[in-house]
Structure formats: structure tokens, C-alpha cells
């Protein structure tokens, strides 16, 4: 469906993208994920047609599109700021591209009318001016706007980042359901891991102009292709030489010389060991409660080891507290030293 081939893109002396592959399939949800400046909103704005690559080329539906006009790309756009028109009207604002396009009227009230009701805007909505819109309503505007011309492509620039924290997960959910909805191949930009594992097919996580990892949410979560992406993406501790010393004499495989990782989850405390696994000594430092689990920080071997524990209800354990620390040396992921050190910053 799309395809980004060997996209370089350089801002006078600086290299901005290097060899930029991504191969998007039709119907999918695929975000760009990486923090701020690793290069996720040059790419999109290389597709969309607002940069022109040095070399490369961008090709939708075996059409090459490298120089092909935005206007002519059929591909709808929300930007992170909605780029809204605040004196217009939420009909206006809809129909803007249809006037564009020169329709009659009875068909731009036709597509406004139904676009809005599968995006919950109503006819009272419709009217209003759109800075009487709540954030989360204006952003429903924005996409609605960037659909009803039938594009055969949507792009969104980190569109919830300008709201609160309740909403933005509110809306997340929609999004997920609306782009069902209407199988549109959808190319999503954010810095924001759970937003990213919750929303995509699939992610290509960003680091300095490069693409560090291409996969499922899964795949970049549970098998890190590199230390950023293993750093980047959620929560995890890097283990000392003394616990890896430790999971070693237990019958583990783990390469002292690497730096090792272990995800939160995969760790567990006070229970019946598997064949094969580590059983440590700990103490609790402290613990942060979130309800549906509790987040332990435990000292094993001079070494603060987080765990994310389900919350039973019944085995809270307290500051001060020993405990078995259990872990199975096939969860940690390995990397050479030295290859992504930047990544914990």
C-alpha cells in the first residue's frame, strides 16, 4: 500500500533521515514512535508531500508520488494542533475540502451530514462555531474534516497530545474503533509508548534519523531489537553483574559481558520456582500502589530491582520486608555493550 524507500532527507548540512524503509500494508494502523527529534514527523511529512526527499521514493498503490503534488496525494492529514478554522462554523470547517473541490452543495451536505454522525458530531455541534468545541470534540472536527474527502490515506501528527490525561486515553480508544471502522490505512505519529502498543498494527520505533526496530507491539515490547528500543519502549531494569553472577549459578545462560535486561512483569515475588528459574534474596525498599497492581522496589545484591506485582489483595508486602526474588534467565534481552547507551537517558 505504501511504501518508503530509501528515504534520505537533509536540512542544509544536517542529515535529518537516513535510509528510511517502511513498508505499510493497506488497512493498517502504523505508528511512527520515537522522542522528540529522532526524525517520526520528518517521515510523515515526507509522505504527506511538505518535504521533498534528497533521494528515495515514496510510492502509494505502485504509484511513485516522490514529486507529486500534497493536493494531488489523496492522503488526509490532522495535525497536532488541529489546524482548525476558529471563526468558521464545525459545518464549514468539514466541508472546506469539498468546496475545494468545487462538489454541489446537496453533495457536500450529503458527506458532512454522514461523516459527522459516524465521528458522534451532532447537527446541534454542526452549527456551532469551533471554538465553542471541547478539545476532545475539536479533534473529532479534525478528523472528520481529513476523512470526508474519501482520502486513501490518513496521517495524524500527534493528535491527543493537547489533551488531559482521561481524555486522551477516552479518545485513544475511538480512534482505535473509528479506524476499524472505516479500514482506513492510518499512519500515526507519537513519543508516547502506551499510546503507540495500545493503537498499532504495527510500530516503527525512531531513534536519530533511523529506524531502530519494525514490528508488532509484541515484537518491540517483548523482543527488543536493540538497547534503545529494549530502553525506550516501557519500563524495564538493567541487571548488575552480581544478580546476572546470581541467575548464572542457577543454571542460566546470561553473557556477563552484555548489558541485560529484564521487563517488570517478568519478575515475581514469593512464589513456587519453574525448573530452570533464579531464586534471589531481597529486601523491599518501598512500593508505589496503583490498584490494579503494586510496583515493588526491591535491593537484591546491593541492586534496586523494580517488579510489577498483580494486586491480590491479600500479599502486600512492606518496606523492610525479605523476599524471594524469582526470575527465569530466558526472559532477560542481551545487547552488546556500548551499542545503545544514549537510549537511558
Given at each position: 500500500m505504501i511504501k518508503l524507500n530509501d528515504i534520505i532527507v537533509k536540512f542544509g548540512d544536517f542529515t535529518a533521515l537516513h535510509n528510511i524503509n517502511v513498508h505499510v500494508k493497506e488497512g493498517e494502523f502504523f505508528t511512527f514512535l520515537g522522542p522528540s527529534g529522532c526524525g517520526k514527523t520528518t517521515t510523515l511529512r515526507t509522505l504527506t508531500g511538505f518535504i521533498e526527499p534528497v533521494?528515495?521514493?515514496?510510492?502509494?498503490?505502485?504509484?511513485?508520488?516522490?514529486?507529486?503534488?500534497?493536493?494531488?496525494?489523496?492522503?488526509?492529514?490532522?495535525?497536532?494542533?488541529?489546524?482548525?478554522?476558529?471563526?468558521?462554523?464545525?459545518y464549514d470547517n468539514i466541508a472546506f475540502g469539498l468546496k475545494l473541490k468545487k462538489l454541489k452543495k446537496k453533495e457536500i451536505d450529503q458527506k458532512v451530514r454522514?461523516?459527522?454522525?459516524?465521528?458522534?458530531?451532532?447537527?446541534?455541534?454542526?452549527?456551532?462555531a469551533v471554538s465553542q468545541l471541547s478539545g476532545g470534540q475539536q479533534q473529532r472536527v479534525a478528523i472528520a474534516r481529513a476523512l470526508v474527502t474519501g482520502p486513501a490515506i490518513i496521517c495524524m501528527d500527534e493528535p491527543l497530545s493537547n489533551l488531559d490525561a482521561k481524555l486522551r486515553v477516552q479518545l485513544r480508544n475511538e480512534l482505535k474503533k473509528m479506524q476499524k471502522d472505516f479500514g482506513i490505512t492510518t499512519i500515526y505519529v507519537t513519543h508516547d509508548q502506551e499510546e503507540a502498543l495500545t493503537l498499532s498494527d504495527r510500530i516503527a520505533v525512531f531513534n536519530k534519523g533511523v529506524i531502530e526496530q519494525t514490528g508488532t507491539p509484541n515484537e518491540v515490547y517483548n523482543h527488543s531489537a536493540t538497547e534503545f528500543v529494549c530502553n525506550f519502549i516501557g519500563d524495564i531494569n538493567r541487571l548488575s553483574d552480581a544478580v546476572v553472577a546470581e541467575l548464572n549459578r542457577a543454571g542460566g545462560h546470561v553473557d556477563p559481558a552484555k548489558h541485560n535486561y529484564i521487563r517488570l512483569e517478568r519478575i515475581h515475588v514469593n512464589v513456587e520456582p519453574k525448573a530452570g528459574c533464579?531464586?534471589?534474596?531481597?529486601?523491599?525498599?518501598?512500593?508505589?500502589?496503583?490498584?490494579?497492581?503494586?510496583?515493588?522496589?526491591?535491593?537484591?545484591?546491593?541492586?534496586?530491582?523494580?517488579?510489577?506485582?498483580?494486586?491480590?489483595?491479600v500479599n502486600i508486602y512492606e518496606a523492610g520486608q525479605k523476599v524471594k526474588v524469582v526470575i527465569d534467565p530466558r526472559d532477560v534481552m542481551a545487547y552488546p555493550a556500548g551499542a545503545g547507551e544514549e537510549a537511558q537517558a
Open positions: 533521494s528515495g521514493s515514496v510510492v502509494v498503490k505502485d504509484k511513485d508520488i516522490t514529486h507529486v503534488p500534497i493536493e494531488e496525494r489523496n492522503i488526509g492529514i490532522v495535525f497536532q494542533s488541529y489546524a482548525l478554522f476558529p471563526t468558521m462554523t464545525v454522514e461523516i459527522a454522525k459516524k465521528v458522534d458530531l451532532s447537527d446541534e455541534q454542526l452549527a456551532k533464579a531464586v534471589l534474596e531481597g529486601v523491599v525498599d518501598s512500593r508505589e500502589y496503583y490498584g490494579l497492581y503494586i510496583k515493588y522496589y526491591i535491593n537484591v545484591d546491593g541492586q534496586t530491582i523494580k517488579v510489577i506485582e498483580k494486586n491480590d489483595g
